[in-house]
């Protein structure tokens, strides 16, 4: 866990030329609760096999993962897709697969429509309901 892990990471996937690479989540919090990404002494599942059964999960729906990283999911979608109805399939995949492993610990996930990656987006709807690109200007 250094600043430099990042980095290394990034250089030995190039060096690989690898197809993938999955990382694993080192803590999750939910709340005042805190998950273990790696097994403790109790058999209790971790954090990060809600995530990869998520991944496998959205890809097993044809959605295209672009990207994973720490607790975000990146995918692309078409832009003629019905992204509100996407958006809530996707969020419904997420949900389902991370409550497998969290028991009675209630999940839930937050989306953004954007034409690029940005921390701050956030879900915008119009008078319809739709879902709406985001826009950094506001």
């Not at 672009?66 to 949900?95: M, N």
């Not at 991370?98 to 209630?106: A, L, R, V, Y």
């Amino acid at each position: 866990n250094s600043a430099l892990s990042a980095v290394r990471i990034t250089a030995a996937l190039k060096a690989e030329r690898a197809d993938a690479a999955i990382f694993n989540l080192q803590m999750a919090s939910f709340g005042d609760r805190e998950l273990p990404a790696a097994p403790s002494a109790e058999p209790a599942p971790a954090p990060a096999d809600g995530a990869k059964l998520a991944l496998w999960e959205l890809y097993r729906a044809g959605f295209r993962v672009v990207a994973f990283v720490h607790d975000e999911v990146l995918i692309e979608l078409p832009r003629s897709a019905p992204h509100t109805e996407e958006a809530r399939r996707i969020d419904q995949i997420l949900c389902d697969s991370m409550q497998q492993f969290t028991g009675s610990i209630p999940i839930a996930c937050e989306y953004a429509l954007s034409d690029r990656w940005y921390k701050q987006a956030e879900a915008v709807f119009d008078d319809q309901g739709r879902l709406c690109l985001w826009n950094q200007n506001g």
